[in-house]
């Protein structure tokens, strides 16, 4: 999935890409560009993050997880653990509801952050989804334009109209 918006002196797509197969998938937004297509053809390349001017830097993200000294996943202060749940030998439905709501906000907040960050080269596993923003060069006379994603062997086009 992508959208597209204009920002500054770039045009800049929020992307997420879900690798549904069953192997992993190399990810590389280098490869990514706009191929413009009205009113005059034209190809709007990538822009690193290391040479974006005058936009705003991302926010930074707690991760859901960290690493403990003996190298085993613990819970961050972001996720709710069943342990969370009043010391009551069975909780209540409501308080086992409102767990997993808190839980559910709690990774609706992350995955909106993740969405702030620059997507980076990387290989995606099977199931996994990651998300970030990718600029390119701007044009303000596009109308017609393809986002181009060559990814896994194959090229993903998705037709924009941009307003006026």
Do not use: C
Request: net charge negative; hydrophobic share 40%.
């Amino acid at each position: 999935m992508a959208s597209l918006s204009k920002e500054g002196n770039y045009m800049r797509a929020d992307v997420s890409i879900s690798n549904n197969s069953s192997l992993p998938l190399d990810l590389t937004p280098d490869d990514f560009r706009i191929e413009v297509l009205s009113p005059k053809v034209k190809v709007l390349t990538y822009v690193s993050p290391a040479d974006l001017k005058d936009i705003p830097p991302s926010p930074s993200i707690r991760p859901l997880s960290s690493e403990s000294p003996g190298g085993t996943a613990t819970p961050s202060a972001h996720v709710l653990e069943v342990s969370t749940l009043p010391a009551a030998q069975n909780p209540s439905i409501e308080e086992i509801y409102a767990a997993a709501k808190k839980r559910e906000a709690l990774q609706e907040e992350h995955n909106k952050l993740a969405a702030e960050q620059h997507l980076a080269s990387s290989s995606i596993a099977p199931g996994e989804t990651v998300w970030g923003r990718v600029y390119f060069e701007s044009d303000k006379h596009a109308q017609t334009i393809h986002l181009v994603l060559p990814l896994a062997g194959l090229v993903f086009e998705l037709p924009f109209q941009m307003k006026r």
